[in-house]
T-cell receptor, first 113, second 110 residues
Framework: KAGVTQTPRYLIKTRGQQVTLSCSPISGHRSVSWYQQTPGQGLQFLFEYFSETQRNKGNFPGRFSGRQFSNSRSEMNVSTLELGDSALYLC????????????FGNGTRLTVT | KNEVEQSPQNLTAQEGEFITINCSYSVGISALHWLQQHPGGGIVSLFMLSSGKKKHGRLIATINIQEKHSSLHITASHPRDSAVYIC????????????WGAGTKLIIKP
């Protein structure tokens, strides 16, 4: 069974641009959650999608948005990039059953210059 | 004060030693996760537990709900266990709205 796939692995953008990151969950997993990891703030929850609906959202500005498609693939978009958005963005999928762990992708490393 | 505290921050040990990493939390949780992150970023979920104890190979995780404390133990440690170990808790609102600890960087020397 293929794992969680995140694309691209690395991305370099300039301030003010926008970026879209992609996450393909494990087949059969309907929940996809996104996290940001920075050296200063550690890991922080961005949002979680289930069956194309956002179920939970962390404390991030509206520049961070996401969506989930009918095949459970999810995209995350960041508009008007700031230097502080440089981070490792991780997504995780889950079958959303009680006691089912999260399965993480390898992440997308975004550098904003 | 952080809602999830891990100790120690850094740990260096010799191959074969018994390793313990601790995690304390101050919020109500639905579950606690132990994860492993290797250089390069990939995160692997080791355990998800809401009570008692779980064992997988040389890894053991325990949780005491009353004391809001969990430990991760590694028996017969090996250099390939070198990684950052992260404790995270799922809030009562959502299994996925994880609050993360700062991580423990473990180095096992041969």
């Amino acid at each position: 069974k293929a794992g969680v796939t995140q694309t691209p692995r690395y991305l370099i953008k300039t301030r003010g641009q926008q970026v879209t990151l992609s996450c393909s969950p494990i087949s059969g997993h309907r929940s996809v959650s996104w996290y940001q990891q920075t050296p200063g703030q550690g890991l922080q929850f961005l949002f979680e999608y289930f069956s194309e609906t956002q179920r939970n959202k962390g404390n991030f500005p509206g520049r961070f948005s996401g969506r989930q498609f009918s095949n459970s693939r999810s995209e995350m978009n960041v508009s008007t990039l700031e230097l502080g958005d440089s981070a490792l963005y991780l997504c995780a999928s889950s079958p959303d059953r009680e006691d089912s762990p999260l399965h993480f992708g390898n992440g997308t490393r975004l550098t904003v210059t | 004060k952080n809602e999830v505290e891990q100790s120690p921050q850094n740990l260096t040990a010799q191959e074969g030693e018994f390793i313990t990493i601790n995690c304390s939390y101050s919020v109500g949780i639905s579950a606690l996760h132990w994860l492993q992150q290797h250089p390069g970023g990939g995160i692997v979920s080791l355990f998800m537990l809401s009570s008692g104890k779980k064992k997988h190979g040389r890894l053991i995780a325990t949780i005491n709900i009353q004391e809001k404390h969990s430990s991760l133990h590694i028996t017969a440690s090996h250099p390939r266990d070198s990684a950052v170990y992260i404790c995270a808790v799922s809030t009562m609102d959502s299994n996925y709205q994880l609050i993360w600890g700062a991580g423990t960087k473990l180095i096992i020397k041969p």
